[in-house]
């Protein structure tokens, strides 16, 4: 009886996981066949007639290779810097300053944020743009792009620096070294994979986001990635599958190297840090 | 009492400096938008005409105009948003990213290797690629004539599906349950990995079953991630946008939901002081199901 159920129980593991891994698989394998294939459609197929010409096409595209190469670029690193900058500073400060509340109020910004931030805030966001000569500019969709991404981004390194000790800079400092010198020679190492995170997950975040470019963006040479590719359609308003597919793929690639590349070096995963305020 | 200072490196005055450049885009970015939209929503601001220099004054007809009752619930109006995404946050949000992350979670519990390895980093792929990408891909996925939905469909002897055309909404919830899972299963393993072994060891000697093991052992000590996975993933997939880049909103506004509703009020006609409305009332009901979580998950922990 108990052998039985635990190969019942053996079984129904094995078709969970067979489906969750088809779940999650299947629907990508067109963004992997359809760019190499000189006649894709929506099916998913091997190439029949296997090419590189799509992306040579695209590579023809000026203006499809300035929204990915410089305007995408431009708007995903700026955010970047920014946020890995002022959310390290602003979490240093929150870990080591004791001001009474501060986990709850961590907390309660990365869920304000989360209300905030996106459709809600796009009217007010756009006018204060419009009053700031910052529609159409690369500053003003970073700048959106950051105070977006600022709460979550301390919640994150909060986290990490709780769990450096003091004793570090005390210790460093006792033996006579100057305050930036601290910053530089002690801090900086240690909150350095931290940075590092934080700076991918940014990155990739601003990388992704289409809603406020779409609605700051008013040139097309300024446009980024996500919007230039609504430019391959035919004149009937069709994608043009074969550029479409292929334009995603290289969109796309930068994230998945970015997250093989943090998996291997940290592990992506969770620390023990998001458990919430209730407690 | 001399009070100890409480670092050495960083006195109070450096840390607001340090505290200040996050505060400032926090405040100009995040706060004021808030208390100006409200503003905005008693207006009658556009973007173009004589209201766009100076917009009056409306008091509440905005939000009378949202909440007609006479036909609020007609295809293209606030009612039918509203109503779509109730429906799309509890299948996709509640009934679906958060149970099936935890599913994922225990089933790969206390177990390491390729497997594990592979089905993680497929559901974070899918959680963090963009939008835009996964939108074609999921548009590929479920197409009628070439989809490998229905390709494994017609495999099994079944009949095609036309997602898109008959069942829209339930085609945007599954794919934000694809999309979005990745969230809670991480923070599910992470919290389950927080359990101290020595609860397993004493639930193997008393041989306890995998049932009272999640009853007594795992639910107890996931209760707060729990709350919190709801929280998060019921107010991102209230405010989701990425649904518009496969379906538009269509066909005929069957899976409009609230957030693309506002973007057509606001950028395809606009209706500034219209859309503002919408999304005050979007806030006010993302604060209340929040509010609501957290005295939940208080009243439960304390």
Do not use: C
């Not at chain 1, 105070?147 to 800079?169: H, Q």
């Not at chain 2, 036909?71 to 958060?98: D, E, K, P, Y």
């Not at chain 2, 509703?261 to 606009?270: E, S």
């Not at chain 2, 409305?277 to 604060?287: E, P």
């Amino acid at each position: 009886m108990r052998g039985l159920r635990k190969y019942a129980f053996k079984f129904f593991w094995g078709v969970f996981v067979l489906f969750i891994m088809g779940f999650f698989l299947l629907p990508l394998l067109w963004l992997v066949t359809a760019p190499f294939d000189a006649k894709a459609t929506l099916r998913v197929a091997i190439p029949s007639k296997f090419t590189f010409a799509n992306f040579q096409a695209i590579f023809r595209n000026t203006f499809a290779v300035r929204a990915l190469f410089l305007n995408s670029i431009v708007i995903a690193g700026g955010t970047m810097l920014g946020v890995t900058l002022f959310a390290t500073l602003a979490a240093y400060a929150l870990a080591r300053l004791n001001i009474r509340g501060r986990d709850i109020l961590a907390y309660l910004l990365v869920l304000f944020s989360s209300v905030v931030q996106g459709t809600a805030a796009m009217v007010p966001i756009f006018l204060l743009l419009f009053h700031l000569k910052l529609i159409d500019t690369y500053p003003g969709v970073i700048f959106v792009l950051i105070g977006g991404l600022l709460p979550t981004g301390i919640f994150l390194m909060r986290d990490f620096v709780a769990g450096i000790p003091k004793s570090y800079e005390e210790s460093a400092l006792v033996s006579g070294a100057r305050p930036w010198q601290v910053l530089r020679d002690v801090l900086l190492p240690v909150l350095r994979p931290g940075m590092m995170v934080l700076a991918v997950w940014s990155f990739v975040q601003a990388w992704g986001d289409f809603l406020i470019s779409l609605i700051v963006m008013r040139s097309p040479a300024k446009m980024p990635a996500p919007i230039a590719i609504y430019s391959f359609y035919t004149e009937g308003g069709t994608p043009v599958l074969t550029l479409v597919s292929a334009y995603s793929l290289i969109y796309a690639l930068p994230v998945v190297f970015l997250y093989l590349f943090v998996n291997w070096r940290y592990g992506f995963r969770f620390f023990g840090g998001i458990k919430g305020g209730g407690r | 009492m001399q009070k100890k200072p409480s670092s050495l490196v960083l006195s109070r005055s450096t840390g607001l400096i340090f505290l200040a450049p996050a505060l400032l885009f926090i405040a100009l970015f995040l706060f004021f938008p808030l208390v100006w939209v409200l503003i905005i929503s008693f207006t009658d601001t556009t973007l173009t005409g004589p209201a766009a220099a100076n917009p009056s004054f409306v008091g509440i007809s905005n939000y009378t105009g949202l909440f007609d009752f006479s036909r609020w619930m007609r295809l293209g109006n606030f009612g039918n948003a509203l109503r779509n995404t109730i429906i799309f946050v509890l299948g996709s949000a509640i009934l679906g990213q958060v149970p099936l992350g935890l599913a994922i979670a225990l089933a790969f519990h206390r177990r390491k290797g390729l497997l594990r390895e592979i089905v993680f980093s497929l559901a974070t792929i899918a959680w963090i690629l963009p939008g835009v990408a996964v939108a074609f891909a999921w548009i590929a996925f479920l197409d009628r004539d070439f989809g490998t939905f229905n390709a494994l469909l017609a495999l099994l002897g079944l009949p095609k599906i036309d997602w898109y055309f008959d069942y829209p909404l339930l085609a945007i919830i599954i794919f934000n349950i694809w999309r979005g899972t990745a969230f809670s299963m991480l923070l599910f393993s992470a919290a389950l990995g927080n359990i101290p072994p020595s609860y397993w060891e004493t639930a193997d000697v008393i041989g306890a079953s995998s049932w009272q093991r999640f009853r007594d052992i795992i639910f107890p000590l996931i209760r707060s991630n729990l709350f919190t996975a709801l929280i998060l993933v019921t107010l991102w997939t209230f405010n989701v946008f990425t649904p518009y880049l496969i379906t538009g909103g269509g066909p005929l506004y069957r899976s409009e939901t609230v957030p693309i509703y506002t973007y057509r009020v606001a950028f395809k006609f606009f209706e500034f002081g219209k859309g503002a409305a919408i999304a005050v009332v979007m806030m006010t009901i993302n604060f209340i199901l929040a509010s609501f979580y957290l005295l939940m998950q208080r009243r439960r922990v304390g």
